[in-house]
Every structure is written in structure tokens, then in C-alpha cells.
């Protein structure tokens, strides 16, 4: 997940940035230095869904930080901020 102020890494996935992406070696997947949060899966099962694999993943590790997360909305970006429900809500 972006934070708000990463709007220049979302462009760049999209194609519209030449911003450098720095990424995080870790032993399951590598993944985006800075983000907002991160979930790191190991793969759990697969199912077939006829023309596509539907695949889910066991939660390994996780790590969050304070801050807005950027939304896209109506064909523009737009901080996504809603600081008295945080993620310890969620577990």
C-alpha cells in the first residue's frame, strides 16, 4: 500500500514517471521501500476459475506505518486519511 506523498511511484508503474523505485531484498519476495504497508504471503492454494487461477496466500509477515495511504479515484490520486480507525482495528 502507497502512502499519500508516493503518488510519483504510483505514476511510474502506470508508465507516466521516471522516478527511480527502490526495492527491499527479503527471503520470500522483494517489495517496495517506504510503503505505507505490506503483506508478505506464502503461496496456501490454488483454484481453478476457468479461464484464470485464482491463487491465495497464508500472511507471513506485515508491517504498517502512521500516514494517509493514496487513493485512486475519478481519475485522479487523492490521500485516503482516516487517523481514529487505525490498523490495530483490523486484527
Not at 510503503?35 to 476457468?50: E, H, K, M, N, S
Request: glycine fraction near 14%.
Amino acid at each position: 500500500m502507497l502512502g499519500a506523498e508516493q503518488e510519483a511511484i504510483a505514476l511510474q508503474f502506470a508508465g507516466g514517471s521516471d522516478t527511480p523505485v527502490k526495492w527491499v531484498s527479503t527471503s520470500v519476495a522483494p517489495r517496495l521501500s517506504g510503503v505505507l504497508a505490506y503483506l508478505a504471503c506464502t503461496p496456501w492454494r490454488a483454484y481453478d476459475g476457468g479461464d484464470h487461477t485464482l491463487f491465495l496466500g497464508e500472511v507471513a509477515d506485515f508491517h504498517y506505518r502512521d500516514g494517509d495511504a493514496l487513493g485512486f479515484h475519478s481519475s485522479g490520486f487523492t490521500p485516503i486519511g482516516n487517523p481514529e480507525l487505525g490498523m490495530e482495528d483490523l486484527f
